[in-house]
Each structure stands twice: as structure tokens, then as C-alpha cells.
């Protein structure tokens, strides 16, 4: 258990629509960072948050938009769906800033029909 | 453009025997490697990290060595075990992009009995 909670577990959904996904950091970890696993793929940084604060931004669309909450869980909103949406969404916590190593919940599958 | 590689989509090793990863890098700027275990329907979990002042790094059964000539880090696993099978993912950063980890696409590893 790595101590970082990701809900819901799986989001099925259609084009067109937004979801929201949610993050619990593991105790102490200031930073929040987002990720997107699409099939046989590598990891594709989206956004991190540290303290609040945007401190980094990867390849995330425009139509995809975070935060981080005074009691630092994190959202991640996707909006306006489309079919390449679909993927696993991990979020991961670190202590610091340019903390390692990062602790990554369990993501949640997003499937768009 | 892929900034880290790894070449082998899968790799299926003997129980006892070594397991040898392979990741390439492109960028020069890298200066800190981790490796990540991934089971199915899990997060990726942290297993070991190498910074480019060191060529080697040990924890137990695993071993990673750096080759800054060649931008080419391994994993070594001395003993193979059935717990061993999964997915390892090689991941790299650099102080001018903030630490962010840029990821390779993964390499399936089945330990056979």
C-alpha cells in the first residue's frame, strides 16, 4: 500500500462529457503529480501541484484542468471527452518540490464510449 | 520523440537465473534514473534509482548500473523469482526540467518456473 488513494477505481462515460478524478497524497507529501497511461505506453507526465500551487505542467490539453486543496488531495477534471481520452489516469505524492522517489496510487481507468 | 527506451516489450527468464533490463536514454541533461515495478491493476512502485555520479547501485537482489557513454542503463535481478514477474519501467530526470520524470514504454518481465 503506498499510501496514496485514487477514486473511483474505474469511470465509464461518453464523448462529449466531464469527470472529475480524485487524489489522496500519502501523509506528509506536499506534492501531487498526475499521469496518463494510454495502451502499451509509457507514462505521460500531465501536472504537478506542490503545496497548493501549480509547480509543473507536462503535455496536458487544454481541456484538461487541476488543483490541489488547502488540505492538499488533488483533482483532476477532464472535460469536453473524447474517444482518446481513454486510459489509466495515476496520480502520484513526493515530499518535496523535486522529491524521489514519487509513491503512485492505483489509478483510475477511464473509458470513453 | 523518445527521450528513454526500452527496447524489449517482454522477457521471459528461468527462476534462479539473472534478469537483465535494458533502458537507453537520449538525453544527455539525465541525471538521476529510477526503476519502477508494475503488477496489474496496480500503481508503479518504486524499486531502485541510480544518480549519474555513480555507475552502480545495489539493494538486495536488484542492481542497476549506468553507462553515461553509452546513455544506457540495466536492471539486474540475482535470483529470479515467480514475485519478480511484472512490468518494470525505466524512468529518467534532469535538474533543468524541474526533476520530471520522463518515462520509458515498459518491458513485461515472466519469471517461468
Known amino acids: 500500500d503506498s499510501g496514496v488513494t485514487q477514486t473511483p477505481k474505474h469511470l465509464i462515460t461518453a464523448t462529449g462529457q466531464r469527470v472529475t478524478l480524485r487524489c489522496s497524497p500519502r501523509s506528509g507529501d506536499l506534492s501531487v503529480y498526475w499521469y496518463q497511461q494510454s495502451l502499451d505506453q509509457g507514462l505521460q507526465f500531465l501536472i504537478q501541484?506542490?503545496?497548493?500551487?501549480?509547480?509543473a505542467k507536462g503535455n496536458i490539453l487544454e481541456r484538461f484542468s487541476a488543483q490541489q486543496f488547502p488540505d492538499l488531495h488533488s483533482e483532476l477534471n477532464l472535460s469536453s471527452l473524447e474517444l482518446g481520452d481513454s486510459a489509466l489516469y495515476f496520480c502520484?505524492?513526493?515530499?518535496?518540490?523535486?522529491?524521489?522517489?514519487?509513491?503512485f496510487g492505483d489509478g483510475t481507468r477511464l473509458s470513453i464510449l | 520523440d523518445q527521450q528513454v527506451k526500452q527496447n524489449s516489450p517482454s522477457l521471459s527468464v528461468q527462476e534462479g537465473r539473472i534478469s537483465i533490463l535494458n533502458c537507453d536514454y537520449t538525453n544527455s541533461m539525465f541525471d538521476y534514473f529510477l526503476w519502477y515495478k508494475k503488477y496489474p491493476a496496480e500503481g508503479p512502485t518504486f524499486l531502485i534509482s541510480i544518480s549519474s555520479i555513480k555507475d552502480k547501485n545495489e539493494d538486495g537482489r536488484f542492481t542497476v548500473f549506468l553507462n553515461k557513454s553509452a546513455k544506457h542503463l540495466s536492471l539486474h535481478i540475482v535470483p529470479s523469482q515467480p514475485g519478480d514477474s511484472a512490468v518494470y519501467f525505466c524512468?529518467?530526470?534532469?535538474?533543468?526540467?524541474?526533476?520530471?520524470?520522463?518515462w520509458g514504454a515498459g518491458t513485461k518481465l515472466i519469471i517461468k518456473p
Open positions: 501541484y506542490y503545496n497548493g500551487e501549480e509547480r
Open positions: 502520484a505524492s513526493s515530499v518535496g518540490p523535486t522529491g524521489q522517489p514519487q509513491h
Open positions: 524512468a529518467a530526470s534532469a535538474k533543468d526540467s524541474n526533476y520530471q520524470l520522463i
